[in-house]
């Protein structure tokens, strides 16, 4: 059973930073495409930042140069360093892990998201 566990969400100032934590389990880790969504009241999801199995990395325009990606496959996680916090950033933030195999299945997981709430 495939789980993503996100951590790290809060309340922090504008100007502020936190940092998020997705734990995979359940999966080979190494072999998965990873990101970080989010999603706004009365909006839609959107990407934020993405790293896949070999470490190629891109952001969202509105959060680069302020978030940072990265993956540590020795522990099953991923991170979203998040700096220079806005009220704009205010969302549920969602890991996703997919990987898509040589004969087109496509396994695609999602975690149940962790708040970040930016007062200004």
């Known amino acids: 059973q495939v789980q993503l566990v996100e951590s790290g969400g809060g309340l922090v100032q504008a100007g502020g930073s936190l940092r998020l934590s997705c734990a995979a389990s359940?999966?080979?880790?190494?072999?998965?495409?990873m990101s970080w969504f989010r999603q706004a009241p009365g909006k839609e999801r959107e990407f934020v930042a993405a790293?896949?199995?070999?470490?190629?990395?891109d952001y969202a325009v509105s959060v680069k140069g302020r978030f940072t990606i990265s993956r540590d496959n020795a522990k099953n996680t991923v991170y979203l360093q998040m700096n220079s916090l806005k009220s704009e950033d205010t969302a549920v933030y969602y890991c996703?892990?997919?990987?898509?195999?040589?004969?087109?299945?496509?396994?695609?997981?999602w975690g149940q998201g962790t708040q970040v709430t930016v007062s200004s």
């Open positions: 996703r892990a997919k990987r898509e195999t040589a004969t087109t299945m496509v396994y695609d997981y």
């Open positions: 790293i896949n199995w070999v470490n190629s990395i």
């Open positions: 359940g999966l080979t880790f190494r072999n998965y495409d």
